[in-house]
C-alpha cells in the first residue's frame, strides 16, 4: 500500500473474521457503531476472533482521480489483504493457514464478495450487507480488465469450467433491505443473487422489509440474525 495501514483486533481465541468498512474506510468504524457489540458474545466465548483494517474506498471507488489509477489502487488493497494481512493473521493466530470469514456493509460488501469469489480456497464465507456489486458505477464507465474481475455483475455471469468450479467453494450471503437509501445495493444484491443462483455458486439471499434501511441500526440487527447461523 505504500504506507501504514490501521487494524484493530477483538478477541483471544476462534475462526478468525475480517470486517470491511464502509465508503468511510476507518479500521475503527464496526466498533464505533456497535457491530463489535453485536459480535461480543461470540468474540468472549472464543468462537471468533474480529480483524478490522482499513481501506481505501475513498481512493478506489469513491474518489474523482482517474479511474484506471483508482482500480490500480484497488489492485494493491486486494494485495495488501491477501499477503500481509492474511500472513500477520497466521502469525497471530498461531496458525500455519487460516480461512477467515469475510464481512461488509456497504462498499465493505463489495469487498467480501470480491475476497470469496476471487479467493474462495482462503475466504470460503462472506456475509455482504448492502452491497454494490456494478462497479461501473464508480469507474464513470471506463472499463479495463481489472475492473472486469473486480465487478462481480460482470465476471461471475461468464465464469464457468474450472474457474466456476474453483469459485463453488465459496459460500456467500447477500443480505439488503427494502426501504430508504437501499436504491442501487437491493437491486444489485438481487441480481448477484440470480447470478449465484444460476451458477450454483453456494449462496443465501435474504431480502428485508421496506422499513429496512441503508444504515447502521439495521445492519446490527442483521449481523446478529446471521451471526446466530454462522457461528
Same mark, same amino acid.
Given at each position: 500500500?505504500?504506507?501504514?495501514?490501521?487494524?484493530?483486533? @477483538?478477541?483471544?481465541?476462534?475462526?478468525?473474521?475480517?470486517?470491511?468498512?464502509?465508503?468511510? &474506510?476507518?479500521?475503527?468504524?464496526?466498533?464505533? /457503531?456497535?457491530?463489535?457489540?453485536?459480535? $461480543?458474545?461470540?468474540?468472549?466465548?472464543?468462537?471468533?476472533?474480529?480483524?478490522?483494517?482499513?481501506?481505501?474506498?475513498?481512493?478506489?471507488? #469513491? %474518489? /474523482?482521480?482517474?479511474?484506471?489509477?483508482?482500480?490500480? $489502487?484497488?489492485?494493491?488493497?486486494?494485495?495488501?489483504?491477501?499477503?500481509?494481512?492474511?500472513?500477520?493473521?497466521?502469525?497471530?493466530?498461531?496458525?500455519?493457514?487460516?480461512?477467515?470469514?469475510?464481512?461488509?456493509?456497504? *462498499?465493505?460488501?463489495?469487498?467480501?464478495?470480491?475476497?470469496?469469489?476471487?479467493?474462495?480456497?482462503?475466504?470460503?464465507?462472506?456475509?455482504?450487507?448492502?452491497?454494490?456489486? +456494478?462497479?461501473?458505477?464508480?469507474?464513470?464507465?471506463?472499463?479495463?480488465?481489472?475492473?472486469?474481475?473486480?465487478?462481480?455483475?460482470?465476471?461471475?455471469?461468464?465464469? &464457468? %469450467?474450472?474457474?466456476?468450479? $474453483?469459485? $463453488?467453494?465459496?459460500?456467500?450471503?447477500?443480505?439488503?433491505?427494502?426501504?430508504?437509501?437501499? +436504491?442501487?445495493?437491493?437491486?444489485? #444484491?438481487?441480481?448477484? %443473487?440470480?447470478?449465484?443462483? /444460476?451458477?450454483?455458486?453456494?449462496?443465501?439471499?435474504?431480502?428485508?422489509?421496506?422499513?429496512?434501511?441503508?444504515?447502521?441500526?439495521?445492519?446490527?440487527?442483521? *449481523?446478529?440474525? @446471521?451471526?446466530?447461523?454462522?457461528?
Amino acid at each position: 500500500m505504500g504506507r501504514n495501514v490501521h487494524l484493530w483486533a @477483538h478477541g483471544w481465541w476462534g475462526r478468525p473474521v475480517i470486517a470491511f468498512p464502509s465508503a468511510a &474506510g476507518f479500521a475503527h468504524e464496526w466498533q464505533k /457503531e456497535g457491530m463489535v457489540e453485536v459480535l $461480543r458474545p461470540w468474540i468472549d466465548a472464543g468462537r471468533i476472533k474480529l480483524y478490522c483494517p482499513e481501506s481505501n474506498v475513498s481512493e478506489a471507488w #469513491t %474518489g /474523482e482521480a482517474d479511474p484506471e489509477w483508482r482500480i490500480r $489502487r484497488h489492485a494493491a488493497y486486494e494485495s495488501w489483504v491477501t499477503n500481509e494481512l492474511l500472513r500477520f493473521i497466521e502469525q497471530d493466530c498461531n496458525l500455519p493457514s487460516v480461512q477467515p470469514v469475510v464481512m461488509g456493509c456497504s *462498499l465493505g460488501g463489495l469487498y467480501a464478495a470480491l475476497s470469496a469469489l476471487k479467493h474462495p480456497e482462503t475466504f470460503p464465507r462472506a456475509l455482504c450487507l448492502s452491497g454494490r456489486y +456494478e462497479v461501473s458505477t464508480f469507474t464513470n464507465g471506463f472499463q479495463n480488465a481489472d475492473v472486469y474481475f473486480n465487478n462481480p455483475l460482470a465476471f461471475v455471469p461468464n465464469l &464457468g %469450467g474450472a474457474a466456476l468450479d $474453483r469459485t $463453488r467453494q465459496a459460500h456467500l450471503t447477500l443480505v439488503c433491505g427494502r426501504g430508504p437509501f437501499e +436504491e442501487g445495493c437491493i437491486e444489485e #444484491t438481487v441480481a448477484l %443473487g440470480r447470478v449465484l443462483r /444460476e451458477k450454483q455458486i453456494p449462496s443465501d439471499l435474504d431480502i428485508w422489509g421496506t422499513d429496512s434501511k441503508h444504515d447502521w441500526p439495521w445492519w446490527r440487527r442483521q *449481523l446478529l440474525h @446471521h451471526a446466530g447461523r454462522m457461528f
